[in-house]
């Protein structure tokens, strides 16, 4: 088994707020990230696969292929958007971090081919705040 | 004469949008910049200033008071913010990462102290893309 | 079950020397890293903890109070210090990053909240050494 | 249990070609990476062991000897080499990084010493692309 | 006046070698670098523009239209490719670090627009040695 | 004209301490920098020469010789040193990161081959924090 990971990046903009709580108890809890006038983040999003690499290829699966696979199911429908606005599969969760990289896994893992599995999303809010899910 | 650099951080939401076009040629000038909805960036600014180290401490300038001055001056002014809407220095100005480095210059050089200059304004919107003022 | 992680960072001086030993074993064993006047490293610390996302936050934990947590418990006493003089949770160990990091944990481990398990130490020695320990 | 890693690195050329197609389907398989002429990278091999740290030293092992026995072992039969022409232990097999990773893993695991497990070998050719193998 | 920078990625075959030179003379000016059967890099360039931001949208440039000149003049010639025997405007230089800047600023310097100007090409050949040409 | 630049590391403990002034005096202008019993940085220098690449090899200096040089002349007095006690001629100098690069210059030059000249000693103290001195 070889795990492969592919490196993807988006530019988004969202806030921290829970639209169950007042104003003054989102502020306390989520302080400047709940700023109503939204703020952003580059995300750098780490794909991790695993499998048997193939004999004739050598690839546990082509990583263009992967690449695109990312582009089309992830990376498009999240890059310069609102992440609380614009993006159906983020609609009525808190746009955390942790809860943004769930949701990349159950968009992804669908996708992948026979024989490959999804092993890691691995997602940087900024240089120094990472998540990571396993499923 | 030596330069003495010292980086700070900042996550904002902006748009590319030129209130006296039509959305049709914002969209065709600006592309998925020009959202609506916002989009967003974690900003690496680099403050460069000049000057002759001093004997008695060989500091150009006390690089932890230059932290605290580009955090007073501009990081605070900026972070988890909407650079269109929350920022007065940036008011009825395009916010493309040219015109935010000038700015930047603009609030910062005025508080050095004496036997100090300004030499550059670097700030990177992502990894990829960066520019430079000098004045 | 997701995986967060904050990194710190803290500059100290160290060196490796075994005082049962003669200075000449020290000097065979250790090499450079034996210099009794000390060497020194910026050390950057990932610090990784799992749990459930609360529903409420979208958080694991709150990650700006994971930072709050490691500098009073971790970094305020090894930032700018000599970490085999002035720390007392180093005292009468061998000075070594694997070391270094299992006592982190063990500083770090009993003040983490309820629901919240650490799950790794990561840290760096230099750009291209680091260890890991997952307790 | 510790978990030690040090990075080394070294500079290649190679291509995808699986000698029993014709040219055409290995541009169809391979593309850009085909190329009869080569093309090359910028490896990063980041090699872990794991071990319980000496009580004398601190150390899962010395990481200077570690850098020592990666360099003889792996580094010098692959820097400034063409993968699939210069490198025996390549012979036959596609040279890709899924490959290359499994290849560096049996080359190194005989030669390390005793209480010290190879745990890792992850293997970037860029930066945005890499692979992991356990064993 | 506001320089503006874009870098793109190739990643290359090359070897250093006269051919008015014996096989020893190459062998002990390049060492590992003469070696017949090529080696390669993953090459970082970073284009450097100057010039004023335009009033309607804040840009020296468009820099999604600089990535796309520097793919199509510079990228796209040199990715994937041997540049020893694959690149026309290499022919019958030596293919060293400093040769290739100078050679890709005079393939690109022609196609900017008016307004703008060239200022830097720096390349990295590895994370440790770049070189920079002003023109 | 080229501009090169090669990296080269080093770990060293010091201290800010002005010996002219009360302990008093020290920590109030040096704060944690002045503890007595030091600290320490993974120092990253950068050295920028300039020159004409010469027809036969392309260089304007083998890099090699170069890093030689710089190891030589430098990296070797500093590497896993105390820069305070250790380092001739750093003696009687304040050890800030200004004038330490302005010393390594004054090391470095004297010994670059006829045809090259010292362009830019660039020292990293930490990530964030960098000097340059162009002599």
């Not at 263009?64 to 089309?72: A, D």
Request: include cysteine; glycine fraction near 4%; hydrophobic fraction near 35%.
């Amino acid at each position: 088994m070889v795990y492969l990971t592919r490196s993807e990046h988006f530019n988004a903009a969202h806030k921290l707020y829970n639209p169950a709580w007042t104003p003054e108890k989102n502020d306390a809890t989520f302080g400047v990230c709940a700023n109503q006038n939204w703020h952003g983040h580059n995300y750098d999003l780490y794909v991790t696969i695993k499998g048997e690499p193939h004999p004739d290829t050598g690839f546990v699966y082509d990583v263009k292929k992967l690449s695109i696979l990312i582009r089309e199911q992830v990376v498009d429908k999240l890059d310069h958007k609102n992440l609380n606005l614009d993006v159906p599969f983020m609609k009525d969760k808190m746009c955390s971090t942790e809860n943004l990289a769930i949701a990349i896994w159950n968009e992804l893992a669908p996708h992948l081919p026979e024989g490959v599995q999804l092993h890691c999303i691995k997602l940087y809010e900024t240089a120094r705040i990472y998540v990571e899910y396993f499923g």
